[in-house]
């Protein structure tokens, strides 16, 4: 049974930065490539950023390009995956979680959420 489990999250003015981490275990997940969403308040869940099991692929949703980076570290039961995200602005306050991805490094492969992490950004 494999857990992800987000933390780093807080509140922040806009133009600081914060590092979410997320931590999954339970199986052999390097060769998994992991995601971050974000939902916030009164919108739906959003795809943020993605990294291949390798590291050497990433995707960004165009909103954060240039302000947010995903980042892993992989051992053989552990993957934790990281999103240092710098210039916050108060429209990427929401709660952000962390889940797998399918190859297209955007669509989240499971159904289920863990409880994310939240960030406010305030203004």
């Known amino acids: 049974q494999v857990q992800l489990v987000e933390s780093g999250g807080g509140l922040v003015q806009a133009g600081g930065s914060l590092r979410l981490s997320c931590a999954a275990s339970?199986?052999?997940?390097?060769?998994?490539?992991m995601g971050w969403f974000r939902q916030a308040p009164g919108k739906e869940r959003e795809f943020v950023a993605s990294?291949?099991?390798?590291?050497?692929?990433?995707?960004?949703v165009d909103s954060v390009k240039g302000r947010f980076t995903i980042s892993r570290d992989n051992a053989e039961n552990t993957v934790t995956v990281y999103l240092q995200m710098n210039m916050l602005k108060p429209e990427d306050t929401a709660v952000y979680y962390c889940?797998?991805?399918?190859?297209?490094?955007?669509?989240?492969?499971?159904?289920?959420w863990g409880q994310g992490t939240l960030v406010t950004v305030s203004s």
């Open positions: 889940n797998f991805v399918f190859a297209n490094l955007r669509d989240p492969v499971f159904n289920a």
């Open positions: 339970g199986r052999t997940l390097s060769s998994y490539d």
């Open positions: 990294i291949s099991w390798s590291g050497r692929t990433t995707r960004y």
